[in-house]
C-alpha cells in the first residue's frame, strides 16, 4: 500500500513538473514571437526589447527557484531543442554581425582567405544576394576581426548552404548540445538545465546567431580534460579555443597551474604546452597559404579605438584619458597574479577565481558586448562557492542594447554616433557594481571575518 502511495506521489510531482516546463516553454516561445512579430514590423525598441527581457528572466528564475530546473529532464532537454529550432528561423534583433559572418564565407570560398580584405571593395556589386547582404555589413571598411576556427566554420556552411543564415544557426546546435552534456557531466541534471534554459544563451546564439558557443565550448571542455589529467590533448583544445576568440588567454594561467600541481615536472610542462601553440598554428595554416594577412591587424585596430559599453573602463578614462587604453586589463591580470598563490586564495574555489577575473576583464573593458560575457557562464554552473556577482553582470549586459539608436533618440545618434549609449545609463550600471561586489564580500567571508573577531576579543 505504502508503494502504491509513493508511486502516487512520484507521478503526481512528475506530471506536476512537466506541465510548469510546458508552460515555461510556451512563455518564452511567446517573448520570442513578440520580438519576432515588432521586430518585422520595424516597431521592436530597446524598452519593448528589455520588457520582453524582464519576462524571459522572470519565467527562468522560476524554474530555478521552484527546482524545476532539476526534474524532467528529457522534457526539459526536447522543449529547449525545439524552441532553438523554432529561433534558428526567426531574423536577428538590434545585430548585424551576421552579414559579415555569410560575407567571410563567401569571400573564403573565393579567395582563399578573408583576411585583409575590405567589404567596401565590393561596393558596386552586381551580384543582388551578395549585394544585400553587403548593405547589411557595419563598418565595411574593416577587414574581418574573426579568428580562423569561426572563418573555417562561415567557409564550410557557405559551401554547404550559400547565404543561409539559417544554416549558420543551425549547424551552432553541435557545440551548444556538445556543452550541455558536458556540463551534465561535470556538475549534474540541475546545472545542465540551468544551462539550457539560459535566455541570454538562447537568444544571442540562436536568434542573434553569435557563434562565440564553439569556442565556449572548447575552453570549457580544455579544463574538463585537465582535470582528467589529459593535458596535451587539454593545451591543444585550448589553442583552438584562442583562435575562436582570445578570451581564453586569461584562463592559461589556470590551466598551467592545474597542469604544475599534477606533474610538477618543468620538461613536461614545456612540451605540452607546445600543443597549444600547435592548435593555434593548425587553425591558421589554412589561411596563410591564401593570405600575408590574419585578424590580428584588424583586431589591434578594433582593440585602439572601438567603445561599446564601457563601465569600468569609462572610469579609468575619466582618471586617466587615453592612457586606459593601456593598462584597462591590469586588474583582471593582478587577479590571476593573486589567485596563483595558494596562501592568499585557499577559501576561493577554481570556478570562483575564473568568475572573478572574468569579470574583472569585462567590467574594465572598453568593449562589453553582452554575448562576450558568455564565455564565462559555464563555470558559473558548479552549483556551489560560485562568483554570483558575474551572473548579476550576465543579466545586466541585456542593457547594453539600449543604446540612442534602439532608443530612437536619432539626434543622440547624429551627435555621439550609433552605438552610445545614455551617460546616465552608463555611469549607474558601473555604480551598481561596488555595492553587489561588497555585499558578495560580507557573504562569503562572513564566517570568516566573525571568526577573526572572536579571537580578537579573547586576545583583548
Avoid at 308 to 315: T, V
Amino acid at each position: 500500500m505504502e508503494l502504491e502511495r509513493n508511486k502516487e506521489r512520484r507521478s503526481l510531482i512528475l506530471s506536476r513538473a512537466n506541465l510548469i516546463w510546458i508552460l515555461g516553454s510556451l512563455a518564452y516561445l511567446c517573448i520570442f514571437l513578440f520580438w519576432e512579430m515588432k521586430n518585422q514590423g520595424r516597431s521592436l525598441t530597446g524598452n519593448l526589447y528589455i520588457l520582453g527581457f524582464c519576462g524571459l528572466s522572470i519565467v527562468y528564475g522560476f524554474l530555478f527557484l521552484s527546482k524545476t530546473f532539476e526534474t524532467s529532464p528529457r522534457l526539459s532537454f526536447v522543449l529547449g531543442l525545439i524552441l532553438r529550432i523554432v529561433l534558428i528561423f526567426s531574423t536577428p534583433i538590434f545585430e548585424d554581425d551576421w552579414a559579415r559572418y555569410l560575407w567571410d564565407g563567401w569571400i573564403s570560398s573565393e579567395k582563399g582567405s578573408p583576411y585583409g580584405i575590405t567589404p567596401e571593395s565590393f561596393f558596386g556589386e552586381l551580384d543582388p544576394t551578395r549585394t544585400e547582404i553587403l548593405s547589411r555589413i557595419n563598418h565595411p571598411d574593416w577587414p574581418t576581426i574573426y579568428g580562423p576556427v569561426l572563418e573555417i566554420y562561415f567557409y564550410l556552411i557557405h559551401i554547404l548552404f550559400p547565404w543561409k543564415l539559417w544554416a549558420l544557426k543551425l549547424f551552432l546546435l553541435v557545440p551548444d548540445i556538445l556543452l550541455f552534456f558536458l556540463i551534465r557531466t561535470k556538475y549534474g541534471i540541475g546545472s545542465s538545465s540551468l544551462y539550457f534554459w539560459n535566455p541570454i544563451l538562447i537568444k544571442e546564439v540562436f536568434l542573434n546567431s553569435h557563434p562565440d558557443i564553439i569556442g565556449i565550448l572548447l575552453l570549457f571542455y580544455s579544463f574538463y580534460l585537465a582535470e582528467k589529467s589529459r593535458f596535451r590533448l587539454s593545451f591543444f583544445i585550448w589553442g583552438l579555443s584562442i583562435s575562436v576568440k582570445g578570451f581564453g588567454i586569461l584562463l592559461f594561467p589556470f590551466l598551467l597551474k592545474s597542469h604544475w600541481d599534477k606533474n610538477q615536472n618543468s620538461k613536461k610542462a614545456m612540451v605540452d604546452i607546445t600543443f597549444s601553440i600547435l592548435g593555434i598554428v593548425l587553425a591558421y595554416s589554412p589561411f596563410l597559404f591564401f593570405s600575408k594577412e590574419t585578424d590580428f591587424t584588424a583586431l589591434s585596430r578594433f582593440a585602439g579605438s572601438f567603445t561599446f559599453f564601457p563601465l569600468g573602463y569609462n572610469i579609468f578614462y575619466n582618471l586617466f584619458g587615453g592612457l586606459s587604453r593601456v593598462f584597462w586589463a591590469i586588474p583582471a591580470f593582478i587577479s590571476i597574479l593573486f589567485f596563483l598563490n595558494k596562501s592568499y586564495s585557499v577559501d576561493l574555489g577554481e570556478e570562483e577565481k575564473i568568475g572573478i577575473t572574468f569579470f574583472l576583464f569585462f567590467y574594465f573593458s572598453p568593449v562589453v558586448n553582452a554575448w562576450y560575457l558568455l564565455w564565462m557562464f559555464p563555470f558559473l554552473l558548479t552549483g556551489s562557492r560560485v562568483f554570483w556577482p558575474s551572473w548579476v553582470f550576465l543579466f545586466l549586459a541585456q542593457v547594453s542594447y539600449l543604446n540612442y539608436a534602439n532608443l530612437g533618440d536619432w539626434k543622440s545618434v547624429l551627435e555621439k554616433g550609433y552605438y552610445a549609449h545614455p551617460d546616465w545609463l552608463l555611469l549607474s550600471i558601473s555604480l551598481l557594481f561596488f555595492p553587489i561586489l561588497i555585499v558578495w564580500y560580507r557573504i562569503r567571508f562572513s564566517s570568516k571575518i566573525i571568526n577573526s573577531l572572536d579571537k580578537t576579543s579573547l586576545l583583548g
